[in-house]
């Protein structure tokens, strides 16, 4: 082993019985010339000893590589696209580059993407938490590499983290929309307990509601799986004559389907159906009739997060460790 006892390539090497040429060969890719026998070797010795080469170290034998780790839930929807240009763009600034990779919030491949990216020699992580991600945090603080979580907020004490007021937004939008007429309030989304975003946004819309003396009921749909005739019967059966009817959906992704749904109800829009969901800007301002949303910040908040991790990895500790944005709201024409 190394001095800081850590296990090296000659550790691999003797525990194999190849030299570490060979060694270096299998890292890199180089296999072709050896045998299926000496390649069963060398991987069971690495991963039975947990050993990840350092290459910025073994080709470069520099401190720095200057690659950051971007874990993305889900990178296809666009408030995705604008957290990791806002990261890209700030990172570039300060001589930085990104490897990105997309968990599908599943735990397993958020850990394989943190294992994979530290064997590249990330020097530190932003990451849209998983449900799981505190055993995948265990790796990060065990190799003492420093991370951001985005979006979602950790409930772990030396966190750094940067999210968006999505509590408050949504809580004072929900107050705008009673002062507008409306007075039965219906939400629309996935389970709210599996993030801490979602808690927030469905928090802040039920206390808003219980506490101006209203109620509401709610319907719970599966991430990625939407029953359209279901959404619209639920609405449906929920509508009163002279009683507005909002419909809140927290989920950005479910957004465009539960708008689907309803477009039999198109005709009742806004007056008697109001609908308001969460960014989807550029999808929105072009439905018909265009869709009300609460906007999260989303390039500024990848700017931060990233301002945030460089400050660690270069040691400043002049930026803040927990920081909230600001969400805004876009008024078209889908609510009163």
Sequence with gaps: MGRDGKITIKDIA?????????????????????????????????????????IAARTLNQKKTKLIGVIIGDITNSFSSKIVKG??????????????GNSSYDAEMEASYVNRMLTLGADGFIIQPTPGFYETSKILKREGKPFVYFD????????????????????????????????????????????????ERSSGFT????????????????????????????????????????????????????????????????????IIG???????????PKLTTIVQPAYEEGQKAAEILIDQIEEKNSEKPHQTLKCSVNWLESTM
Excluded at 278 to 288: K, L, R
């Design 87 to 100: 990261i890209e763009d700030t990172a570039r600034k300060h001589g930085f580059q990104t490897l990105i």
């Design 152 to 199: 979602s907020k950790v409930y772990e004490d030396d966190a750094y983290w940067v999210k968006t007021d999505n509590y408050t937004a949504t809580y004072r939008t929900m107050e705008k929309l009673m002062e507008k007429g409306y007075k039965i309030f219906l939400m629309i989304g996935a389970d709210p307990s599996r993030l801490s975003t979602r808690i």
């Design 14 to 54: 003797l525990m194999a019985g190849v030299s570490k040429t060979t060694v270096s060969f299998f890292l890199n890719g180089k296999t072709d010339k050896m045998s299926p026998e000496t390649e069963a070797r060398i991987r069971e010795m690495i991963e039975k000893t947990n050993y990840r080469p350092n």
């Design 278 to 288: 969460f960014d989807n800007v550029e999808w929105a301002i072009y439905s018909d």
């Design 207 to 274: 206390d808003c509601i219980l506490e101006n003396g209203y109620t509401y009921e709610s319907l719970e749909i599966k991430d990625g799986e939407i029953d359209g005739e279901k959404v619209l019967d639920f609405v449906k059966s929920h509508m009163k004559a002279n009683h507005p009817t909002l419909v809140y959906v927290p989920n950005c992704w479910a957004l465009p389907e539960v708008y689907h749904a309803l477009q039999p109800l198109k005709e009742k829009i806004p007056k008697e159906l109001g």
